[in-house]
Nanobody, 120 residues
Framework: QVQLVESGGGLVQAGGSLRLSCVASGRFLSINDMSWYRQAPGKQRELVATIPNGGSTNYADSVKGRFTISRDNAKNTVYLQMNSLKPDDTGVYYC??????????????WGQGTQVTVSS
């Protein structure tokens, strides 16, 4: 009953920028933590950035100073602004939202993934 739809991936040259979006729809009370993960070919999925519902953001060391995570609670949307992209940023990017379905149930939901390819 909860759906996440990602958009914004694509092919970009090194040094370029992309902005990812993830919109949640369906029946739920609220969204707690919003996060972006990525998975490069042959590697494990890794956490890129997290933004809680109140509080400070967190970033992987590899993206600090280049990526910015933000959220619009009115639109149930999380964004990832990616600047100064490097070939090592290539991978499938997934949003992960911790959603309150009931006052006692917080469930993590995953987006379908969006491909980001950075050419050198």
């Amino acid at each position: 009953q909860v759906q996440l739809v990602e958009s914004g991936g694509g092919l970009v040259q090194a040094g370029g920028s992309l902005r990812l979006s993830c919109v949640a729809s369906g029946r739920f009370l609220s969204i707690n933590d919003m996060s972006w993960y990525r998975q490069a070919p042959g590697k494990q999925r890794e956490l890129v950035a997290t933004i809680p519902n109140g509080g400070s953001t967190n970033y992987a060391d590899s993206v600090k100073g280049r990526f910015t995570i933000s959220r619009d609670n009115a639109k149930n949307t999380v964004y990832l602004q990616m600047n100064s992209l490097k070939p090592d940023d290539t991978g499938v990017y997934y949003c992960n939202l911790l959603i309150s379905i009931t006052p006692y149930a917080n469930i993590p939901y995953w987006g379908q993934g969006t491909q980001v390819t950075v050419s050198s």
